[in-house]
């Protein structure tokens, strides 16, 4: 049974930045894909980051050059660094795993999922 777990939510201001942990188990990081999600209220969720098997990375035209998803597989780990960072980056953050899939920015191919981690930028 894959299990994902997130943090690194928080409160900051504009212009901060915060780093989300997403810890896997029942896997590895080295076989998967990776994806970070957000979904503000009334809104719906939007793929901002996502890593393959292989460390390929995509990203949102939103967050491209001010997130950064990296992974370390001796500790199954997927992290998100994001910095300068928006109001509209408010919201609730969660990392997805999926065996393999084309496009890791797109929710539906995503069989695994955490919890999720808030985050809001004021």
């Known amino acids: 049974q894959v299990q994902l777990v997130e943090s690194g939510g928080d409160s900051v201001q504009a212009g901060g930045s915060l780093r989300h942990t997403c810890v896997a188990s029942?896997?590895?990081?080295?076989?998967?894909?990776i994806g970070w999600f957000r979904q503000a209220p009334g809104k719906e969720r939007e793929g901002v980051a996502g890593?393959?098997?292989?460390?390929?990375?995509s990203y949102a035209g939103s967050v491209k050059g001010r997130f950064t998803i990296s992974k370390d597989n001796a500790k199954n780990t997927v992290y998100l660094q994001m910095n300068s960072l928006k109001p509209e980056d408010s919201g609730m953050y969660t990392c997805?795993?999926?065996?393999?899939?084309?496009?890791?920015?797109?929710?539906?191919?995503?069989?695994?999922w955490g919890q999720g981690t808030q985050v809001t930028v004021s």
């Open positions: 997805a795993a999926v065996w393999w899939t084309s496009n890791t920015l797109l929710a539906a191919n995503y069989h695994y």
């Open positions: 029942g896997y590895t990081s080295r076989s998967h894909c």
């Open positions: 890593i393959t098997d292989v460390g390929r990375t």
